[in-house]
């Protein structure tokens, strides 16, 4: 009996304890779950939906060279058909001292390139960029390319801000881009740029706005109510659709207060959108769209929606019948699936758009 009575006894403790440890379990990866910020998961920062009064980013360009192209940049030639990219090079070597005829010089790994940027107007001389290149001369690609120092300005006849330069970053955009000029002919880099001088920047004012990036006067009302729920009433007007407007007190520390406020969550409103590229038929709806009752004939596509099939129209190789109240990306779907083209899938929507059928808005790209 005493040699049975452990067997026993494990056997009752493990009868209680594995439920309290599978439930323990679940706890614990329930709270693993959990999010870590103070707001709800579908809310987002009003930070990432306006931009503070004044904090407009400032854009720079400059001309200059990518060089160490494998035969595939600008078709230049000197002499006296010689091009800017040539000039471009003879001006270079000069400043080295090397004096070379410009009527001398035969090359196909230059490309003379603008190159763009956009910096935030609290960069700190020092602080590095993200830079665009692009070709404006016949070379085929930059792929493989240097870019050479170049100067970045603000205005054309300003003084240099920054400078760039860098080894190109081409994407291969996969086997339908790849090695075509509208691809190869642009490139980044994505820590090319260096700001070398100071930069005018916003002073933190007691009162101050905050500009929505998409004005909207649900999404305006939203983050004045939140804002006048943590900071105090009245702290937090909305102005307009795209403008909220903030009054701080004296005592407080107005570059924590907007730090403050900028990490707020809201949930902005829905706004109900369709974008269609025209180019590859690509559709993307965007809130709650529904597409009403209409008909639509676009070459040999007729889209009928909110009508019932009849017997002898079903089959109509491009009839396209839906029923009404359809979310319009099953519209595309159903298009799609009998291979309509790309602009006539956006003739279509934009047609649908023009009767009343959809009160979303409708962007063709």
């Known amino acids: 009996m005493n040699a049975t009575s452990p067997s026993i006894a ?38 990432d939906l306006t931009s503070p009064e004044g904090a407009l980013p400032v854009r720079l360009v400059g001309y200059g060279l990518a060089i160490g192209l494998d035969n595939t940049g600008d078709r230049a030639i000197g002499g006296q058909s010689a091009g800017p990219t040539v000039q471009s090079v003879v001006n270079i070597l000069r400043r080295f001292n090397i004096e070379v005829p410009a009527d001398l010089i035969r090359m196909r790994n230059v490309a003379a390139v603008l190159v763009t940027a956009e910096v ?31 100067p970045l300005v603000a205005d054309p006849n300003g003084p240099p801000l920054a400078s760039a330069q860098g080894t190109l970053m081409i994407s291969d955009g996969g086997t339908a881009t790849r090695y075509m000029p509208s691809h190869e002919t642009n490139g980044r880099i994505p820590t090319g740029g260096v700001l070398e001088a100071d930069l005018p920047r916003p002073t933190m004012a007691a009162t101050s706005r905050l500009f929505l990036r998409e004005p909207d006067l649900g999404t305006a009302t939203k983050i004045a109510t939140a804002i006048n ?37 809201i949930a902005p409103e829905s706004r109900a959108r369709l974008i269609i590229d025209g180019k590859d038929g690509t559709v993307v709806a965007g809130g709650d769209m529904i597409v009403g009752a209409a008909t639509v004939s676009h070459g040999a596509i007729t889209l009928s929606i909110g009508k019932l099939a009849d017997d002898d129209t079903a089959a109509i190789p491009g009839s396209v019948r839906l029923p009404a109240g359809i979310p319009g990306q099953r519209v595309a779907t159903a298009l799609h699936a009998v291979q309509t083209p790309a602009n006539e899938i956006a003739a279509i929507f934009a047609a649908l758009r023009e009767v009343g059928a959809i009160t979303a808005e409708v962007i063709v790209r």
Do not use: C
Not at 254 to 259: F, R, T
């Open 10 to 47: 494990q056997s009752i403790t493990h009868k209680i304890t594995a439920p309290v440890m599978r439930a323990l379990a679940i706890a614990a990866l329930l709270l693993l779950l959990l999010p870590t910020t103070s707001f709800a998961q579908n809310d987002v920062k009003i930070r």
């Open 120 to 150: 935030s107007p609290y960069l700190r001389p020092g602080g590095r960029f993200e830079v665009h290149v692009s070709s404006i001369g016949d070379a085929r690609s930059l792929r493989g390319g240097q870019l050479f120092m170049t």
């Open 229 to 265: 729920a943590t900071m105090g009433e009245k702290t937090a007007v909305v102005e307009d659709e795209g403008s909220v407007l903030v009054t701080l007190a004296d005592s407080v520390q107005k570059p924590v207060a907007m730090a403050r406020i900028r990490d707020l969550g």
